[in-house]
């Protein structure tokens, strides 16, 4: 049976979660990386920074009474993907969403049998619903911790595609992040980039970082 490891807090206190229960997690890795979040804590507490003490948190207290709503929301997810919608103009950002969409779009057909209809422009596009109906099973599979970071993944990317990609290796967090923001990414080529917006682009590429590590984490034998 696999073991579960509890995390401590800097002060050697068995650490607890805001509903008072104990923070065990099912593997050492898992709790190494939540435990690296509170000793990297100062005098006062940065808790909207520590993104794997949250997932934890949520993954004990919350997610175990509301599975079926949360892969559902990944479903939705995958109802209007990100990685769905391609540019009509300019060619140049077009191109680049066919080149590096399209291979994560035809892996997960053809890996995960999770069919998408590609869009041209924002109008919506409604996916299969056997595609949408396969998502939410994929993430039902998965246990707590998984499927805690597999909602993040796709809330954080705004596409269950990417998520899916990250939970199975496919892409580096840096590299789903990345894939997230083209769009986002032509812009700054061609405007320049915002200071506010560069300070969100880092807090997100951190979290689509620590995503990986959560994930990668979840394989390693407790």
């Not at 080529?189 to 997100?204: M, N, P």
Request: glycine content about 10%; charged content about 20%.
């Amino acid at each position: 049976p696999q073991r579960v490891r509890g995390v401590g807090a800097a002060d050697g206190r068995a650490l607890r979660g805001p509903k008072g229960g104990l923070t065990v997690l099912p593997t050492r890795a898992l709790a190494d990386l939540v435990a690296q979040e509170w000793a990297g804590q100062g005098e006062a507490l940065a808790l909207a920074a520590m993104h794997a003490t949250r997932l934890a948190n949520t993954a004990i207290e919350s997610v175990p009474q509301a599975r079926e709503a949360t892969a559902q929301a990944i479903a939705d997810y995958a109802a209007s993907d990100l990685t769905c919608y391609f540019a009509v103009a300019p060619a140049g950002l077009l191109e680049r969403q066919e080149r590096l969409w399209g291979p994560i779009l035809d892996r997960v057909e053809a890996e995960a049998g999770l069919r998408f209809i590609r869009a041209a422009g924002i109008v919506h596009q409604a996916q299969p619903p056997n595609t949408l109906a396969r998502v939410k099973a994929m993430a039902l599979e998965l246990d707590d911790f998984g499927l805690t970071g597999l909602a993040f993944g796709a809330a954080l990317f705004g596409s269950a595609v990417l998520a899916i990609a990250l939970q199975r290796d496919w892409l580096s967090g840096e590299a789903a992040f990345a894939l997230a923001r083209l769009d986002e990414a032509w812009q700054e080529e061609t405007w320049g980039v915002d200071g506010e917006a560069a300070e969100r682009t880092v807090r997100l590429r951190g979290e689509a970082a620590m995503l990986q590590r959560w994930f990668r984490g979840l394989d390693v034998p407790a």
